[in-house]
């Protein structure tokens, strides 16, 4: 785990999990996914792979609990009589995957971290 309960009220300014054990429990499975993306090489450039967990952990954390419905996906729309049918309260795993990757690539993406090649001569990977 990169950011506390304490980092992710203070630094990340987050709202949405609102006890430590919740946040602890997805800040976990957070950083796996940074793990995985990263190469193992999170410990640099601690401030966005921080923030970037505390984003990733309020994903899982909505994703448990209830979405609201602009966030859900549509299942079915049609136009006569208007009518818009969305999935059940979860994001699909596709869908949830998609928006964890996305984070990553946000938050973490110019760093140089998700670069999964040899590293640049004269240069050492960190």
């Known amino acids: 785990m990169y950011a506390d309960f304490n980092c992710y009220k203070t630094e990340y300014y987050g709202t949405t999990i609102t006890d ?17 993306a990263t ?20 994903i899982l954390f909505a994703n448990h609990e ?12 049609s136009v006569g009589g208007w009518s ?3 999935t059940e309260n979860k994001l699909s795993p596709e869908a949830l995957e998609a928006r964890i990757r996305d984070t990553i690539r946000l938050y973490i993406g110019m760093t140089g971290l998700l670069y999964c090649g040899i590293g640049v001569a004269g240069r050492r990977d960190p």
């Open 66 to 77: 209830n979405l609201k419905e602009d966030e859900r996906e549509v299942k079915s729309e």
């Open 20 to 36: 430590e054990a919740s946040y602890k429990y997805y800040a976990e499975i957070a950083a796996e996914y940074i793990e995985q």
């Open 84 to 86: 818009r049918t969305y």
């Open 39 to 58: 190469f193992g090489r999170a410990k640099c450039c601690m401030e966005k792979v921080r923030k970037c967990e505390c984003r990733i952990a309020e």
